[in-house]
């Protein structure tokens, strides 16, 4: 696909918005030695989330629609590990904590997994829809199936399978008939021996 001056803005954009909030993100994090643990701690979370949502942005530009959708496989493969790390590396009641809380890496590294998460688990990005002709559409569904074998046997169905079932339906009524006659003679044989 050939890209358009708007493309190719949207992606200068995109890499200096990353840009910036880089630089932006060493002023904050020299505010962190200025505060307290616990402040610093969340301001880091903060930074490194709204990152994640920054590289979201930036990965997703291009042409096409924003497609709307849930993704629970994302929402507990990405998003739920992502927040119990942050949350057992900050809460010390929390499993795990020891081992996290030294390692500021794998906080840092679960706090842009759920900045990149969040949205991911909402929307796929920009996806172009193709257009398909009505040819390529019925060449491309399945063909058969149970409705299609169904419309052929009725297709197929002759006057000969109509007149078996006709045959079958009176050998049917004949029995019911003969069946109804021998009750109708014991019941009168049972009346003539208490009589």
Do not use: W
């Not at 900045?115 to 920009?126: D, E, H």
């Not at 004949?174 to 003679?185: D, K, R, S």
Request: contains cysteine; glycine residues 6%.
């Amino acid at each position: 696909m050939k890209k358009s001056s708007r493309d190719k803005l949207n992606l200068f954009f995109s890499s200096f918005l990353v840009i910036g909030f880089i630089i932006c993100s060493y002023f904050f994090m020299s505010l962190t030695s200025r505060v307290g643990q616990a402040a610093a701690n969340l301001i880091s979370v903060a930074v490194y989330v709204l990152f994640g949502l920054i590289i979201f942005y930036a990965t997703r530009v291009g042409e096409g629609e924003a497609i709307k959708r849930f993704s629970p496989i994302v929402l507990c493969i990405l998003d739920v590990p992502a927040l119990f790390i942050i949350i057992a590396s900050l809460a010390p009641a929390f499993p795990l904590h020891d081992a996290l809380a030294t390692q500021p890496v794998v906080l840092t590294f679960a706090c842009i997994a759920l900045g990149y998460g969040i949205p991911y688990t909402f929307l796929s990005g920009f996806e172009l829809k193709e257009e398909i002709s009505e040819d390529a559409l019925s060449e491309a569904l399945v063909q058969g199936g149970i409705a299609e074998e169904l419309a052929q046997a009725d297709e197929v169905a002759t006057e000969e399978d109509v007149e078996d079932l006709e045959a079958l339906d009176g050998v049917e009524a004949e029995e019911v008939e003969a069946e109804e006659v021998e009750a109708e003679e014991v019941e009168a044989e049972e009346t003539a021996d208490a009589e």
